[in-house]
T-cell receptor, first 113, second 110 residues
């Protein structure tokens, strides 16, 4: 069985502070890993993905995540957050043979001025 | 065209109504999905179409009926829904293991 655990349901942070949203996974097969962001009253947007190759992946808006196979983690980081980063963030995995996208429970990032 | 579109954005319906949700993508993706999302929860998979054939039905009640008329379109027909079916309904399509989501239809059942 595969699962994703997001360790924090809510993360409040002040503007311009660094943030880390934690994600751990469990799988008996190799996986592809994703972070999705959902702004209020919108659909999900793919923020970044790990499919293969470099374990450090970056998005265009300053977020990065590192795939750590030994710790089965894929934590999301940003060195300096903006008010506009306030959203729900979902970590997800898919097995290397396809199948369903398995989501974590989500982390609500709240950036305060 | 690099997006998934969904109509309508909002829908209010009574329990005896029949309505349909529509999803469209022109990225050439051959897999399309319907998800249901309740507030503050992750999306739950409902149906998967692969090459226009239903490949996964996650034990969804028959009051939800999916249809894939062609490789670009995906519909979800709704009939005799219950108030607990009120949710955000998301469509997605996929390529190279990545799923791309539409903006969703916010459904309210009275």
């Amino acid at each position: 069985a595969q699962s994703v655990t997001q360790l924090d349901s809510q993360v409040p942070v002040f503007e311009e502070a660094p943030v880390e949203l934690r994600c751990n996974y469990s799988s008996s097969v190799s996986v592809y890993l994703f972070w999705y962001v959902q702004y209020p009253n919108q659909g999900l947007q793919l923020l970044l993905k790990y499919l293969s190759g470099s374990t450090l992946v970056e998005s265009i808006n300053g977020f990065e995540a590192e795939f750590n196979k030994s710790q089965t983690s894929f934590h999301l980081r940003k060195p300096s957050v903006h008010i506009s980063d306030t959203a729900e963030y979902f970590c997800a995995l898919k097995g290397n043979q396809g199948g369903k996208l398995i989501f974590g429970q989500g982390t609500e990032l709240s950036v305060k001025p | 065209d690099t997006e998934v579109t969904q109509t309508p954005k909002h829908l209010v319906m009574g329990m005896t109504n029949k309505k349909s949700l529509k999803c469209e993508q022109h990225m050439g993706h051959r897999a399309m999905y319907w998800y249901k999302q309740k507030a503050k929860k992750p999306p739950e998979l409902m149906f998967v179409y692969s090459y226009e054939k239903l490949s996964i039905n996650e034990s969804v009640p028959s009051r939800f009926s999916p249809e894939c008329p062609n490789s670009s379109l995906l519909n979800l027909h709704l009939h005799a829904l219950q108030p607990e079916d009120s949710a955000l309904y998301l469509c997605a399509s996929s390529q190279d293991r990545r799923e791309f989501f539409g903006p969703g239809t916010r459904l309210t059942v009275l």
